[in-house]
């Protein structure tokens, strides 16, 4: 395409996604992955080229830092956040953003190995004819989530700083490292952070508002079997790789992930490892409503025992661990934090979408440590692949609410 002038929010976006951040689920260290201190140093570097104050990086990679206040009355101070690192579902290495005027039909990422984005495979591709885009190359995913999010409150905050006459409130920013495994939130002080709610910048598509999140757990199966040479194996052997897949058959298949939409839960067989002697199976287990929630836990439990009763001894273990709960809970109380972001899009000429997240976000893990944190759109679509793609329009009504937000909220009491 001729060559286009961008707007400074996808210059900034652009600037970050050729970083390579991806968190590592297998590491144990905080951020799980040094490269991610590569972003957070840029930002610091960043923000302190704003004027900004308090900016701080710790020892986890947790950035922090304070637009100060401008109006002269009592106002609450408020939160900004989102997460540095990318997934670890496609690489986050050699990322090479492509800019598209989008005219519709198919755009061609990768013509060497044939990755097409189309509307026929994305609909909702059709809705940005006109704009544009920045894609991937077909062959890592972009990181809109949650770059995006980044270079969306950077620019609102560059925006604030050279345009004093908005009124604002003390406005606290953060940018997190892991959250991408589900530790962003892990090492997140919550009092050093100093603020009375605040906002992830993480959802999707222009005009997304969430305060509702799945309650989360992961499950670790252990199937054990007995290895007999197959030759004399009658009656003797048990297969721990057929006892896994029988386990597995117990489970309701129409509640998968891929069978799955809006408020519908499900239990997703993340990995199947294993051989005769002993099976491993990984499982995540998702549901807004938190009955279902415990009902599904307890359906594993179910399922191991009837395995271990058909075949009278305790072939099946099963370990459930909670991961996080739905935000839901949480914000019902301040729910005029969310009244508050409606007004502000409304504001902004952008219609609010309340969806429930298909997922976590760190707000989800921080409201239960006493900061409410709903969640803002970025304007991506399709993370976590080769298809991602954010149109420059909804970033920059990103940064336009955002600006409106920190202004609504100076008239909120104290």
């Not at 919550?190 to 999140?213: H, I, K, N, Q």
């Not at 287990?285 to 001894?313: C, P, S, T």
């Amino acid at each position: 395409m001729a060559e286009v002038l961008l707007p400074e929010v996808a210059v900034r976006f652009i600037r970050y996604a050729r970083i390579d951040t991806q968190s590592d689920p297998h590491s144990t260290t905080c951020p799980s992955t040094a490269k991610q201190l590569d972003l957070a140093r840029m930002l610091v570097q960043e923000l302190e080229a704003l004027g900004v104050q308090e900016v701080t990086l710790d020892e986890n990679g947790y950035v922090m830092a304070t637009l100060p206040a401008n109006v002269s009355h009592p106002a609450p101070t408020v939160g900004l956040i989102a997460h540095m690192d990318t997934s670890p579902d496609l690489t986050g290495a050699n990322v090479n953003p492509q800019v598209h005027l989008y005219q519709g039909g198919d755009l061609v990422l990768d013509p060497e190995n044939g990755v097409v984005l189309s509307p026929r495979e994305f609909p909702e591709l059709a809705q940005y004819v006109g704009q544009v885009l920045i894609t991937t190359d077909g062959r890592t995913l972009l990181g809109a989530d949650d770059k995006a999010g980044i270079a969306e409150i950077m620019t609102a905050l560059a925006y604030l700083v050279a345009h004093p006459e908005i009124p604002h409130g003390r406005i606290r920013v953060a940018f997190t490292p892991d959250e991408e495994i589900g530790r962003g939130a892990d090492r997140f002080d919550v009092a050093r952070f100093g603020a009375d709610f605040a906002y992830t910048v993480d959802g999707g598509e222009l005009g997304e508002l969430s305060f509702e999140t799945f309650n989360a757990a992961r499950a670790e199966v252990t199937v054990r079997g007995r290895s007999v040479h197959p030759g004399s194996a009658k009656n003797k052997m048990i297969n721990a790789n057929e006892v896994a897949m029988q386990f597995h058959a117990l489970l309701p298949p129409a509640e998968r992930p891929e069978y799955t939409a809006d408020y519908e839960g499900f239990y997703h067989l993340m990995a199947f490892q294993g051989s005769v002697e002993e099976t491993h199976l990984h499982y995540i287990i998702r549901d807004h409503d938190r009955g279902r929630f415990e009902a599904r836990k307890a359906w594993l439990q179910r399922a191991a025992e009837f395995l271990n009763a058909r075949y009278e001894q305790p072939l099946v273990q099963v370990q459930v661990h909670d991961q996080y709960y739905n935000l839901r809970e949480k914000i019902e109380p301040v729910m005029q934090i969310v009244d508050l972001a409606k007004a502000a899009m409304l504001a902004c000429g952008v219609t609010p979408k309340v969806v429930p997240v298909r997922g976590g976000t760190d707000g989800a893990r921080l409201s239960y440590m006493g900061l409410p944190t709903p969640n803002l759109f970025t304007g991506g679509h399709n993370y976590h692949g080769r298809y991602e793609y954010i149109p420059i329009p909804s970033m920059e009504k990103a940064v336009a609410v955002l600006v409106e937000l920190v202004r609504r909220v100076t008239q909120l009491p104290v």
